[in-house]
């Protein structure tokens, strides 16, 4: 068959003004695809952006969660920090008291030394005089100047089978498994 061929002018027009209606047709179907396709791209995109906003506002609340670590922590690092200066001071001032203890304690010790020395020249000086006077009055000597010691008992040693069986005791506090 052969394609449609009109017969009169007006025949014509109207078959040129359907051919336009069929391609605006066409166009607007082309369209109302695009705008559906943008519509639903705009849909995802939004909801994109809701989702970053909720991230980024889950990441504020961390941020400010952290600073406020940051800040607290800050805060402990100077209070341990005041605190290692005041064992720090209170150590030197202990150390220096123990200083001048140990130094009272050796000054103590050195003029209790210095006594003792003194004591035992003047026993010596005693003793001299008594020696001389007892020489003078022909007297025996009472004293020598030695000591006898008395020799000390050792103690007996318990030989292992001077214990009886079944009473001693058993300490289970150090066994190893």
Same mark, same amino acid.
């Given at each position: 068959?052969?394609?449609?061929?009109?017969?009169? /002018?007006?025949?014509?027009? =109207?078959?040129?003004?359907?051919?336009? =209606?069929?391609?605006?047709?066409?166009? #607007?179907?082309?369209? /109302?695809?695009?705008?559906?396709?943008?519509? /639903?791209? =705009?849909?995802?995109? *939004?909801?994109?952006?809701?989702?970053?906003?909720?991230?980024?506002?889950?990441?504020?609340?961390?941020?400010? &969660?952290?600073?406020?670590?940051?800040?607290?922590?800050? *805060? *402990?690092? $100077?209070?341990?920090?005041? *605190? !290692?200066?005041?064992?720090?001071?209170?150590?030197?001032?202990?150390?220096?008291?123990?200083?001048?203890?140990?130094?009272?304690?050796?000054?103590?010790?050195?003029?209790?030394?210095?006594?003792?020395?003194?004591?035992?020249? &003047?026993?010596?000086?005693? =003793?001299?005089?008594?020696?001389?006077?007892? &020489?003078?009055?022909?007297?025996?000597?009472p004293f020598d100047g030695e000591w006898e010691e008395e020799p000390e008992? &050792?103690? !007996?040693? $318990?030989?292992?089978?001077?214990?009886?069986?079944? $009473?001693? $005791? #058993?300490?289970?506090?150090?066994?190893?498994?």
């Amino acid at each position: 068959m052969a394609p449609y061929v009109p017969r009169t /002018r007006a025949a014509a027009a =109207l078959r040129m003004k359907q051919i336009a =209606l069929d391609n605006q047709d066409r166009i #607007i179907r082309h369209l /109302r695809a695009q705008l559906a396709t943008g519509r /639903r791209g =705009l849909a995802a995109t *939004k909801k994109e952006l809701e989702e970053t906003q909720v991230a980024l506002e889950a990441s504020h609340n961390v941020i400010a &969660e952290l600073t406020e670590i940051g800040l607290s922590m800050s *805060k *402990k690092i $100077e209070k341990m920090k005041v *605190k !290692k200066q005041q064992v720090r001071a209170n150590h030197v001032e202990c150390h220096q008291k123990f200083q001048a203890r140990i130094h009272e304690a050796k000054d103590s010790m050195q003029a209790q030394h210095l006594i003792i020395e003194a004591l035992v020249d &003047e026993k010596d000086s005693l =003793l001299q005089t008594i020696h001389g006077l007892q &020489e003078a009055n022909n007297a025996p000597a009472p004293f020598d100047g030695e000591w006898e010691e008395e020799p000390e008992e &050792e103690p !007996k040693e $318990e030989e292992i089978g001077d214990i009886p069986l079944g $009473e001693g $005791e #058993i300490d289970d506090e150090y066994d190893i498994l």
